[in-house]
């Protein structure tokens, strides 16, 4: 008891300190995000670096907080301890100034992070109004006896997506999209997506449009910045839950711009 009391005397007679170490830590920080990207090792490292400066920072913002009110306890000086809070919470507002001008300076790494594996063969979603697709079509030719071509993709703004799918008669239930990073499995936007393209089935006897451009935005990555994504058609049946994935499609997609 008597050691902690000595470094809680010790944090309050040097309390000048630690604003100086908050801002360095700032500092740090905001010159990582600013050079990790597109330097792919450095990036995963800073990645993990972030959760260690993040609680390095949450512990001494505590602890400035903390010490004036404990300068205060000793001294009841108002007009220092006011001074003292004042440079606390301009330190604290300037950090954060600083990592939100680097997220705006540096795109969203995952593509990096997540490289297109060489040699994967995966499609491209369809942009209406495009050069190569200049009658504003939202979906290519659907065969029936083409599995392929059951599940259609298009884009018309970064990062939001809609989908088209044929497929067979289904009982009563719902249909909806899972989507995974291709490399790693990772979900991507996992709750929002699945809740976004959710449509009941249609009780057709022949093979028919079961979802028609149902809109969905995928939030992992950046303008541009590309990475491949598998596409996974699930139903659930209305009357037990159970699920089963009727399909799975590969396509390059960007991320949401935020």
């Known amino acids: 008891m008597n050691r902690l009391q000595h470094i809680w005397n010790f944090l309050i007679d040097h309390l000048w300190f630690l604003p100086m170490v908050l801002f360095f830590l700032y500092s740090v920080l905001y010159l990582l995000i600013i050079v990790a990207v597109p330097c792919r090792p450095l990036m995963l490292f800073v990645e993990g670096a972030l959760y260690i400066f993040g609680g390095i920072i949450i512990i001494?913002?505590?602890?400035?907080?903390?010490?004036?009110?404990?300068?205060?306890?000793?001294n009841k000086n108002v007009?220092?301890?006011?001074g003292l809070l004042g440079i606390n919470i301009l330190v604290v507002i300037v950090g954060f100034g600083m990592q939100i001008l680097a997220g705006i300076k540096n795109p969203d790494p995952y593509a990096f992070s997540h490289p297109i594996p060489e040699g994967m063969e995966f499609n491209i979603p369809i942009e209406p109004n495009s050069e190569n697709n200049p009658c504003s079509l939202r979906h290519e030719a659907v065969i029936e006896s083409d599995s392929t071509t059951w599940l259609q993709v298009s884009?018309?703004?970064?990062?939001?997506f809609a989908y088209t799918f044929y497929y067979y008669d289904?009982?009563?239930g719902d249909i909806f999209l899972r989507c995974y990073e291709a490399g790693t499995n990772d979900p991507l936007s996992a709750d929002?997506?699945?809740?976004a393209t959710l449509s009941p089935t249609h009780a057709e006897n022949d093979f028919c449009c079961q979802v028609s451009d149902k809109h969905f935005i995928i939030?992992?990555?950046?303008?541009q910045q590309y990475y491949v994504a598998r596409f996974e058609v699930w139903y659930r049946s209305?009357?037990?839950?159970?699920?089963?994935?009727?399909?799975?499609k590969l396509y390059r997609v960007d991320g949401y711009e935020h």
Do not use: Q
Request: glycine fraction near 8%.
């Open 60 to 74: 001494s913002v505590v602890l400035m907080f903390g010490t004036t009110f404990g300068i205060f306890h000793r």
């Open 192 to 195: 929002r997506i699945e809740k």
């Open 219 to 223: 939030y992992e990555g950046d303008v």
């Open 170 to 172: 289904l009982p009563a």
């Open 238 to 248: 209305a009357d037990t839950r159970i699920e089963r994935k009727l399909l799975e």
């Open 155 to 160: 884009t018309e703004f970064i990062g939001l």
């Open 79 to 82: 007009t220092e301890c006011l």
